[in-house]
């Protein structure tokens, strides 16, 4: 009998490394995919657009010659929008995050919010694009402007942030609020000097990628009317502009070959900005990391 029940746990044991053996084989094809796809993309786009990144392709407007098309309105339009976009949402967003883990009721009132917070997280950007063009542009008379963009863009990125940032309090272990409360300090003081600090790392990774979609989005910009070509640059938050994306998807539609590795310096040139965000990031999730 001895001898069956060991035989019967040596089968057991050889069946679950296999199977542990195929599920990563399967798992480590995923990612090796993902990598050769991100390489292939990254070659692409560096042998197109290489040639055509340089000072003057940064330091000129748009032009219908690809010689003479540079992305200086898009790329200085795109930081205009990302200072509406990053402010906006991320107060609103960690405000609303803050509300809901530390002061709400847990009620079905409250279920019902974070139900629909989650579910607007995977709407379409158009359906954004519409409710900015709406009330942004047409009722309140924003116009194409950087304002009603960003604010469109805050819109789309919202239920992200709030989400990660629910996620980063929540994971704020319990002993630290109580041993503030031990030493006499009130719960705003508790979230302010304790579980906030304590959640930026988190809050940042889900602010950081939010940010990236929304730097990087067309669909909402498309149908708000933001032009493609302008040659001025705003001059305040009102002032019309046009941002990377836009300009490198009127690239992209072109006929012109030559275009095609206009688009590809300007997806370069979006990457870098991208790039850019993430490592400030990951400076400041790593220096909070070390105090908490």
Known sequence: MNYIHHDTVVKRMSKRLLKNKIYKMLFLSATLLALLVLAVLGYRMITQGAGYLNWDFLNNFSSRFPQNAGIKAALVGSIWLLAVVAPVSLILGVGAAVYLEEYAKKNRITTFIQMNISN?????????????????????????????????????????????????????????????????????????KVVLPSAIPGILTGGILALSRAIGETAPLVVIGIPVIIHFLPESIFSEFTALPMQIFDWAKRPQEEFQYVAAAGILVLMAVLVFMNSIAVIIRNKFSKRY
Not at 124 to 129: A, D, E, L, N, Q
Not at 131 to 143: A, E, H, N, Q, S
Not at 144 to 164: D, E, F, Y
């Open 120 to 192: 607007l997280a995977g709407v379409p950007s158009i359906v954004f694009g519409l409710l900015g063009l709406t009330i942004f542009v047409r009722m309140l008379g924003m116009g194409k402007s950087v304002l009603a963009a960003g604010l469109t863009m805050s819109l789309l990125i919202l239920p992200v942030i709030i989400v990660a940032a629910q996620e980063a309090i929540r994971a704020v272990p319990n002993e630290l609020r109580e041993a503030s409360y031990g030493i006499g300090a009130t719960k705003w003081q508790t979230i302010l």
